[in-house]
Each structure stands twice: as C-alpha cells, then as structure tokens.
C-alpha cells in the first residue's frame, strides 16, 4: 500500500466517522429514550405514571361509587384489615364494617374512590403547570433572547419582581382573590363571569363539578412560567453567537424559521428537563393550597384536601390521613425518578448533579 | 462591596413598594367587606365601621393610609411606615402587632429549629457521600436525599405522628412549648430541604475534590483532615449558600402546613383563619413581614457568598 493509498483510507475513515458521529446528533432522542428505558428507578416512576393517568381517565368505571356519595350512619366506617394495622385501639370505638375497602371518611363516603378520583386533580395540575412553563415561557424566553432590546429589558426587569416576590405568598393571595371574585359570578359581560364559565367547563371536562379547577391552574401558571423564560433566554443569548445562526440568516432565512428551526431544536433538552422536575412541584403547590383551604372546593376530592381533613381526626382515625398521605407520597416519587432519568438521558453531562 | 449592598438595599424599595401595592390590591378587590356576616349586620354599624377604619375613602387612600404616607380621617391608626401594621379587624382590642408579637415568635422558633436541621444534617451528609463515593455511606445518603425531596412535609407530618407518637410513644401527637413537642414538627419542616442541601452539597463537594488546588495541597504534605475542611469543604459550600434563600422562602411556607398538622400556635394558623375571615390587615401583614424577611434573607445569602468565595466581586 503506498502512502498515498493510506493517506486516501485513512481520510475516509475519518469520513465515515464523522457521518457516524453526525447520524448520532440526529438521533439525539432516540439515544436519550435508550439511555432513559435502560435506567430502572426512571422505568418504575414511569410505570407508575401511566398508571395513575388511566386511574385518572377511568375514574368513574373504576371507583366502587362516586366521590360525593356518602351516607353519615356509615360515617367512620373502618374494615378489619385496617383497624388491624392502625395503631392504638380503633376497635373499641370504631364501626367495623367491609363495605368500603380502605374505609369511610367522616360523612360516610369511601376513601377509595374520593383517592382514585383525587388523582384528576393533581394530574392536571401537574400538566397544565408544565405545559404553561413550557409554552409561557418559551414564548417569553425567545423573545426576550432573540430581540433583546427594549422587550427584552421590561420582560426580565418583571421576572426580577416576581421573583422578590414570595412565590407562595402570591398563589395564597391569588387564590383567594379568584375563589371570592370569579367563583359564582353571575352578571354576565364581566371577566368574572366569562372566567367563572370557562371553570365550570374545565370542571366539567374533569367530571369535578364545582371544584374551581381553572383557578387553581391560573394561580399556578401565573408562577410557573418565569423560570423557564429566564433558562431559555440564557440558552439563547448564548447561541445566537454561533456560525450556523449567522449561517441560516445569510441564506435568507427569517425570525421565525431561525427559531423554530434552529433554536429551539438545541435549547428544548434542558428546558423539557427543567419543566419535568417541577411537575412535582406543581402538584405540591396544589395539595398545599387545598390543604389550607384554598385550593379545590369541597367536596372535589383532592389528596391536599383529604389529608387536610383526615389530619384534624388522626389521634382516633389515623387511616383517614395515612391512604392520601402514601399515594401522594407514591406520585411524588414517581415523577422525581421519572424527571431524574429524562435529566441524566437528555444530559449526561448533568449526571449525579442536582 | 459596599456600594454594591447599598444598590441592593435600594434595588429593595421598588420591589416591597410593589409587594405593597400588590396584596393591597388584591385583598381589596375581593368582594364582600369583613362586618359581612352570615345574619347581616345594621348598616348603620357597618357605616360606623367602615368610617372608623377608614374603609369608606377610596381605595388609594386606604392605601397611603395603611403605608402611613397621610393620616386615617378617624386619627386612630399609624402606617406601616411607622412600625404598625393596622387594626385586625376580628378584634376590637387586637391590632396586627399585637398579633405578631405573641405568634412570630413561636413561628420563629420551628423555622430556626427546621433550619438547624436543614443544615445541620443535610451538609455532614452531602459531604461523607462525596468522600466515600459510590460506598454505603453514599447511597444512604442519596436515599436519604431522595426520601427527603419526594415525601413533603404534609405527608411526613401525619406520618410521624402516627408512627412515633401513636404506635411508637415516643413523642407527644401534639402541641408546643416542651422540647419534645419541638422535635417532630421540626424534622418534618426541615428534612426536605436537608435533602436538597444534602444533594447539592455533594454534588459541588465531588467538583471541588478534583480541583487542582485540592492536589497542591495535598502535594504540599498537609494531613487530609486540613485539605478537605479547611481547603476543600469552603468552597463546595458556596453552592449550598446559594439554596438557602429558596429555602427560606420553603420554611415560610412550610410552617403554615406543619403548624396547622400539630397544633402549633404559630403565625400560619392565624394567617390562614385570617384569609377566610378576610381579616385584610393581618393578611397584608404577614405577607409584608415574610416577603421583607425574604428579601433581606436573600441579601444576606449574596453578601455571605461573596465572603465565601474571594473570587467574587460584586460591582
């Protein structure tokens, strides 16, 4: 072989190589689904995920009766098998009955199925918290990153306050500016009322009647989309300076095509990352405002909620608190192993950092 | 340094002007006043009681009224500008200091308590799982981190309840005052962020461990004990100081939870009947008084971080 015909070999290797390496670029979700089913803990929290989804969708064929249904002479209503492992005495005060499997709440109604109706509302909070981080955000960011200027500057200067802001502290007023002003508002041709219609058709939509859903997912959303628009902005500023931005706009191509073509492709892992490690946190806030009062109204069966009234009898009924408190606890872990495995598949680099 | 916190400390007055504005706002949209009662009173009182408190000006000046920037027409009240955060309206003998002075305190205490915690498990943690990596003391601690950030304190609280106190009698199921009631609110309010701590504080431990300096003073003959505490663990805490102004801000919030599982007489409890009794100045109150706490909270985090870590130079 002369060294010619090496030279030439060894610059096609390098070719192919190169191509190689490039399909893998393209194949960056494929890799990063392989990287994410191989990790067990993310596969459970997945798993589990679905689970709880078709719980959700199927609320009504699965649950033995309705969340709202209840009879108060089977108030406190315990089977055995929970009275057994509860501590304490429950069996000398306790109605021992096997109607319910989990048992009764204090007006009578089952705990089973106020917990499997419970999760429409903590899985679209979850979700609609996410999806107003990511589409908000996103929006915010690019526009804030690619344009810069005066935009930019008023857009990040009302992150900055908002921020100042104890983000708990606005959701509790928020909410309870919604709940008093929009629930119920009957004039109609005011924003009240419009609201107050759209609320009753996403409690619809849920089969939740009267649980003031939407209110919850605007005291949510209007937090949630700051952190993502700052993230992205960041990303942006940063790849704005790259050739083959400079590139695309040399051939011609406009705003629009640059963004959604070329930004938004290299900035959507991280963002998705960031977004998915907080749906837990979404669904937290949710429990934590039905839990002081101001979340969903009653009797809308949320995990908050329950524990909330479960918590003021736990001395004599501990299982009234316990069942919420796991499953919430369950979908908390879920959606951590989920959002830690998405993190370490779509960023390597990020493994074991927090 | 010094006309970088004054910026800061300016930077601040905007921002609590606008907190001001915000909840003032907010709270006084909300429809119904707070004399609406189920069996409706005389309007002649509630005319009364709205002169008196001032609540039949226009709103703005109910606002420079309650800041104290002009005076209530009925003489009574001193602003917020003054140090008096108004009447409540659920008591006549009652203002919003008197509130904050028998409840802050109390409030007070499970935050510090549930901080001491935070840190006081959460860094020891963090850093034996970077020095031992990938040994049991890792993977304790990681699950620990793990438990910590999924099982949030509305969960824990009722769970250590009926665990130690009801199955177990180690502690009482609730209450305030003794030492031993203190011990399961404050491990329920403060294991979650010793998990975030526990976890960042190894993270930015496993990074500093590999920095060069850390080898030149290894190189240098000093004994392991000096490189990792006096070299190594000063500057992965710097990550770590960063977090707890975020956590602050999780043990305000947090307390109003864990307050109400165990009965705490603390400022949450009272602030959440408030809302529902639209008792507005205490409401306004307690968010100004937590949204100050926190903005200064986070100012004291920037300045430590900036003693922490020479190379950083606010200017």
């Known amino acids: 072989m002369t060294t010619q015909e090496r030279a030439v070999r060894k610059l096609t290797e390098a070719t192919v190589a190169e191509g190689e390496r490039a399909q893998k670029v393209a194949n960056l979700w494929v890799d990063a689904w392989r990287r994410l089913i191989r990790n067990r803990a993310a596969l459970l929290g997945g798993t589990i995920i679905i689970l709880l989804v078709l719980m959700a969708i199927f609320a009504g064929q699965i649950a033995p009766y309705h969340y709202a249904q209840g009879d108060s002479n089977e108030n406190y209503l315990t089977p055995r098998w929970v009275v057994s492992i509860m501590p304490g005495h429950m069996e000398r005060y306790v109605k021992i009955g096997s109607k319910f499997l989990f048992g009764a709440d204090y007006l009578g109604r089952d705990l089973l199925s106020r917990l499997i109706y419970g999760a429409r ?74 609201f107050n219609q759209i609320n009753n058709a996403v409690d ?30 960041g990303q942006i500023l940063s790849l704005k300076q790259k050739e083959f931005i400079e590139a695309s706009h040399m051939i011609g191509a406009n705003d629009m095509r640059v963004i959604i073509r070329h930004i938004l492709p290299n900035i959507i892992g991280p963002i998705v990352v960031t977004v998915t490690l907080n749906v837990p946190v979404y669904i937290l806030t ?14 809308t069966p949320s995990w908050g909620l329950m524990i909330s009234e479960g918590s003021r009898s736990i001395r004599s009924y501990p299982n009234q608190v316990l069942f919420p408190a796991l499953i919430l606890a369950i979908t908390m872990f879920s959606f951590n192993f989920l959002g830690d495995g998405l993190r370490d598949a779509l960023d390597p680099r990020m493994k074991g950092a927090s | 340094m010094g006309r970088y916190i004054i910026r800061r400390i300016l930077w601040m007055i905007p921002v609590l002007f606008f907190i001001s504005i915000v909840t003032f706002a ?8 707070p004399f609406t ?75 510090l308590a549930a901080l001491v915690i935070a840190v006081g498990l959460g860094v020891p943690l963090g850093v034996l ?27 824990l609280g009722p769970l250590f309840i009926i665990i130690f106190a009801l199955a177990l009698h180690w502690f009482p199921v609730a209450g305030w005052g003794r030492l031993d009631q203190m011990v399961m609110p404050a491990v329920a309010l403060g294991l979650g962020s010793s998990a975030i701590i526990a976890r960042l504080t190894r ?113």
């Open chain 2, 37 to 111: 009662r189920e069996k409706p009173l005389p309007a002649e009182i509630i005319a009364n009681l709205n002169k008196y408190y001032g609540l039949d000006q226009p709103t703005w000046k109910q606002y420079t009224d309650y800041m104290g920037f002009t005076r209530n027409p009925s003489g009574e009240f001193r602003g917020v500008l003054e140090g008096f955060f108004g009447p409540s309206y659920a008591s006549r003998t009652r203002t919003v200091n008197d509130i904050f002075v028998a409840h802050l305190p109390v409030s007070a205490a499970l935050g």
């Open chain 1, 121 to 194: 509302v903590s899985l679209p909070v979850g979700l609609m918290g996410a999806l107003t981080a990511l589409v908000i955000g996103l929006v915010c960011g690019c526009i804030s990153g690619y344009y810069g200027g005066a935009v930019d500057n008023v857009l990040m200067r009302i992150v900055d306050i908002m921020y100042a802001f104890p983000t708990m502290l606005l959701i509790i007023l928020l909410m309870a500016f919604f709940k008093t002003s929009f629930a119920g508002a009957a004039k109609p041709g005011t924003a009240a009322y419009t």
């Open chain 2, 26 to 33: 907010m709270s006084h949209m909300v429809p119904g006043g």
């Open chain 2, 129 to 155: 799982a970077a020095l031992k990596q990938n040994s049991g003391w890792d993977y304790v601690g990681m699950a620990v981190a793990i438990f910590g950030v999924s099982v949030p304190n509305v969960v």
């Open chain 1, 286 to 299: 949710e429990v934590f405002l039905s839990f002081i009062g101001l979340g969903v109204d009653p009797p």
């Open chain 1, 204 to 233: 619809g939509i849920l089969g939740l009647h009267g649980g003031g859903m939407l209110f919850i997912f605007m005291g949510i959303g209007i937090t949630a989309w700051m952190g993502t628009a700052r993230l992205a902005r």
């Open chain 2, 203 to 315: 993270a930015s431990m496993l990074q500093v461990i590999r920095e060069d300096y850390i080898r030149t003073a290894r190189a240098k003959g000093l004994s392991e004990r000096i490189v990792m505490v006096r070299h190594a663990l000063k500057n992965a805490f710097i990550p770590v100081a960063t977090i707890l102004g975020p956590t602050f801000a999780a043990l305000v919030t947090g307390t109003l939870v864990v307050e109400q599982i165990f009965a705490i007489p603390g400022l949450g409890k009272y602030f959440i009947t408030s809302i529902t009794n639209r008792d507005y100045p205490v409401v306004m109150g307690t968010v100004l008084l937590y949204a100050i706490f926190l903005v200064f909270s986070n100012l004291a985090v920037d300045i430590a971080y900036a003693f922490l870590d020479p190379r950083i130079r606010y200017s």
